[in-house]
């Protein structure tokens, strides 16, 4: 059984930072792919960025040069660190894990952005 456990969101203010992780346990092998992918309300599931096994990272337009996706592969765990958060960030964030044959989602964030 996988479990996917995300932490960190929250309600932070226009301008602040949060730091999301998730953690991957159970049993899963050969993860070639970690990541983040938001949604707000009444809108779609969109990526924010997601780092490979290889070291390769790619990041939405939307958030490039103010999010930061890392992670400790030794630990199947993965972080977002979110700075000069706007309203428009505002979303439920999701961590993803890809295998070669599947992949899994988690239970999902709160980030509210807000004056």
């Known amino acids: 059984q996988v479990q996917v456990v995300e932490s960190g969101g929250g309600l932070v203010q226009p301008g602040g930072s949060l730091r999301l992780s998730c953690t991957v346990s159970?049993?899963?092998?050969?993860?070639?792919?970690m990541g983040w992918y938001r949604q707000a309300p009444g809108k779609q599931r969109e990526v924010v960025a997601v780092?490979?096994?290889?070291?390769?990272?790619n990041y939405a337009d939307s958030v490039k040069g103010r999010f930061t996706i890392s992670s400790d592969n030794a630990k199947n765990t993965v972080f977002l660190q979110m700075n000069s958060l706007k309203p428009e960030d505002k979303a439920v964030y999701y961590c993803y894990v890809a295998i070669v044959t599947a992949s899994y989602w988690g239970q999902g964030t709160q980030v509210t952005v807000s004056s």
């Open positions: 780092s490979t096994k290889g070291g390769g990272t």
């Open positions: 159970g049993n899963i092998f050969s993860i070639f792919a």
